[in-house]
């Protein structure tokens, strides 16, 4: 079974605050005489779910085409929080609930609750704390629901530089509602995109 788990991208999907909105210009169109259709995308490269490549939050980092994508390919572990708001730390989940994950889903409330048309502004998020108890178990990726792994107000972007030091990625805005908690095949491969702050993805969840 395969479960997608991202946003459709439309004109109307949020975007964050200041960033360009999706749009689908045509270009030629069968109905006018051309042979074929043909549109122009404008969109950022965090539209709907999406990875960030490091170049995002650091000036020498890589851009999503000199990135690995081992990462997004391979066993992921979905898990739902209980927490609504604030920082995760690893209290906040079960004693053993994440032994031996590759990589992590986080389903919140943002998947069930909130429209494509609205971008939420208070979520559970990140912490370092979290990210090097992760890393220490030998997680690579983390993927939210939420649209960052920071605080919404957060100009420092703590967690974004503790996935870089802890050579982890990280995956945002997916949609997690109806999937059950459980190990899947997480397929999310980034675009190979130069010259980008990160990329949209195509997130899909395959059952063993």
């Not at 709907?48 to 690995?68: K, R």
């Not at 971008?119 to 993927?143: C, H, K, M, R």
């Not at 030091?165 to 109806?178: A, D, T």
């Not at 095949?185 to 190979?192: D, H, Q, R, T």
Request: net charge negative; with cysteine.
């Amino acid at each position: 079974m395969i479960y997608d788990i991202t946003r459709t991208v439309r004109p109307t999907l949020a975007v964050w605050t200041g960033d360009t909105p999706y749009s689908a210009a045509p270009m030629l169109r069968i109905a006018h005489g051309a042979s074929v259709n043909l549109t122009t995308l404008t969109l950022s490269p965090h539209t709907g779910a999406h990875a960030d490549a490091v170049y995002h939050y650091d000036d020498s980092g890589a851009h999503p085409a000199a990135m690995s994508l081992q990462p997004y390919l391979g066993r992921a572990r979905v898990i739902t929080l209980q927490r609504r708001t604030g920082a995760l730390t690893p209290d906040d989940f079960a004693p053993g609930a994440l032994a031996g994950a590759e990589r992590v889903l986080l389903h919140s409330w943002v998947s069930d609750e909130v429209p494509d048309e609205i971008l939420p502004t208070d979520f559970a998020y990140l912490s370092v704390e979290l990210i090097a108890w992760l890393s220490g178990q030998g997680v690579v990726l983390i993927g939210l629901d939420a649209p960052s792994v920071d605080e919404f107000t957060s100009k420092t972007l703590p967690c974004h530089h503790a996935l870089k030091r802890h050579g982890m990625v990280n995956l945002e805005n997916l949609y997690l509602r109806g999937v059950p908690d459980g190990d899947y095949e997480l397929i999310a491969l980034p675009l190979k995109l130069d010259l980008a702050c990160g990329s949209p993805v195509r997130a899909i969840l395959r059952t063993f």
